[in-house]
C-alpha cells in the first residue's frame, strides 16, 4: 500500500500538497504585511492597557474624578488635530503614487504640524493635571490613564520622528522604492495611531465624564 | 475592487500573476475624503452626546459612543488602512480577526472578573474602617 502511495506520488509528482511558494519575493515584498503582523501586536498592548484602566478607572482613591480633570472641548479639540493628520497624511500618500516628491513633502510637513499640535495639547493638559496635583501617583484611576494616554503620545512621538527621517530620507534620496515602502509603513502607522485614538477618547474621555 | 488592489503593485518588485498576493490596495482622493467625512461625523456626534445630554440617561449615551466608536474604527480601517478581505491575500485579514479575538477576550474578561471581584468583596462604608 505504501509503495503504491509512494509510486503514485512520483507519477503525478505535479500535485502537491502544501503551498508551493518558492518563487522570488522581490526585496521588501512582505514588509508591508509584517508591518501589520507588528501593528496587531501593538494592538494587543494597547488592548491591555484598556483593560487595566477600565478596572482601575473607577479608584478615584478620594481623589480628582474624571469629571473635575477633563476639558471635553479641549480633547475634541485635540482628537480634530489627529483626524485632520491623518487626511493630510492620506494626501501624501496620493501625491507619493503620483511621484511628485515635492508636494508630498509638503503634505508630510502639514501632517507633523497636526501632529506636534496634539502632542502640545495632550502634554499641556498633563502638565495642567499634574500642576493641580493629578498626578500618576494619586490614584489607581490617574496611574492607569496617564499608563495608556502617555503609551499613545509616546507612540505619536516617535510617528513624528520616524517622520522626520524620511522626510530627510526623500529630500536626499528622492522617492525609490525603499522610501515608499517606508512611507507607507508610516502611513499605517500614523492611521493605527488614529484608530486608537478613538478608543482613547470614547472609552476614556466621554466614558469618564459620562460616570 | 481586483483592479483597485492590482494598480498598486509596482511597490511589490513582483508580479501579480500568482494568486496569494493580491498586494496593497491604492489609496483614492475619493476614498481618503469619505473616510475623512465619515471620522469627522462620527466623532462629533458622540461629543455632541455627551456634552449636551440628549438622550437623557446615561447608559443610552455610553451605548451610543460605544457604537459609535466602533463605527468609526471599521470607517478608519476600510479608508485609511486599506483592510480588505483581498489584501496581502487575506493575511492582514486573518491576523487582524485573531487580533480582535484577542482583544476582545482581554477586555470583555478583565472587566468581567474585576467587576465581581469587586462587587463580591466584603461589604464596608467608610464608618466601619477601624
Known amino acids: 500500500m505504501t509503495t503504491m502511495t509512494a509510486e503514485a506520488v512520483k507519477t503525478e509528482d505535479k500535485r502537491l500538497f502544501y503551498v508551493a511558494d518558492e518563487h522570488e519575493h522581490g526585496e521588501g515584498g512582505s514588509t508591508l504585511l509584517g508591518f501589520w503582523l507588528y501593528l496587531m501586536s501593538d494592538c494587543l498592548v494597547f488592548a491591555v492597557l484598556f483593560a487595566t484602566y477600565g478596572v482601575l478607572g473607577g479608584s478615584y482613591a478620594a481623589g480628582p474624578s474624571p469629571r473635575d480633570l477633563f476639558d471635553l472641548p479641549l480633547v475634541a479639540v485635540n482628537t480634530s488635530m489627529l483626524l485632520f493628520s491623518s487626511i493630510t497624511y492620506g494626501f501624501a500618500v496620493l501625491e507619493m503614487q503620483k511621484n511628485r516628491a515635492n508636494r508630498m513633502l509638503l503634505w508630510l510637513f502639514v501632517t507633523m504640524l497636526f501632529g506636534g499640535a496634539f502632542l502640545g495639547i495632550e502634554l499641556s493638559e498633563f502638565a495642567h493635571m499634574i500642576h493641580e496635583g493629578a498626578t500618576p501617583q494619586r490614584s489607581a484611576f490617574l496611574s492607569s490613564f496617564f499608563t495608556l494616554v502617555g503609551t499613545h503620545g509616546l507612540h505619536v512621538t516617535f510617528g513624528i520622528i520616524w517622520m522626520i527621517t524620511l522626510v530627510i530620507q526623500v529630500w536626499k534620496f528622492g522617492l525609490s522604492e525603499a522610501n515608499k515602502r517606508r512611507l507607507l509603513c508610516l502611513s499605517m502607522f500614523w492611521h493605527f495611531l488614529d484608530v486608537v485614538w478613538i478608543g482613547v477618547f470614547t472609552f476614556v474621555y466621554l466614558m469618564g465624564v459620562l460616570r | ?130
Open chain 2, 1 to 130: 475592487m481586483s483592479t483597485d488592489a492590482h494598480a498598486g503593485h509596482d511597490l511589490h518588485g513582483h508580479g501579480g500573476d500568482h494568486g496569494h498576493d493580491a498586494g496593497h490596495p491604492e489609496s483614492t482622493l475619493g476614498g481618503y475624503l469619505t473616510g475623512f467625512f465619515l471620522s469627522v461625523v462620527l466623532t462629533a456626534i458622540p461629543f455632541w452626546l455627551v456634552m449636551s445630554g440628549a438622550l437623557g440617561s446615561k447608559e443610552a449615551t455610553a451605548v451610543a459612543i460605544l457604537v459609535l466608536g466602533a463605527v468609526q474604527i471599521v470607517v478608519h480601517m476600510v479608508f485609511f488602512l486599506h483592510m480588505t478581505p483581498s489584501a496581502e491575500g487575506g493575511w492582514t485579514m486573518m491576523a487582524l480577526i485573531f487580533t480582535i479575538v484577542m482583544v476582545v477576550i482581554t477586555l470583555t474578561g478583565s472587566l468581567w472578573v474585576m467587576y465581581h471581584l469587586n462587587t463580591n468583596m466584603m461589604p464596608m462604608d467608610p464608618s466601619q474602617l477601624p
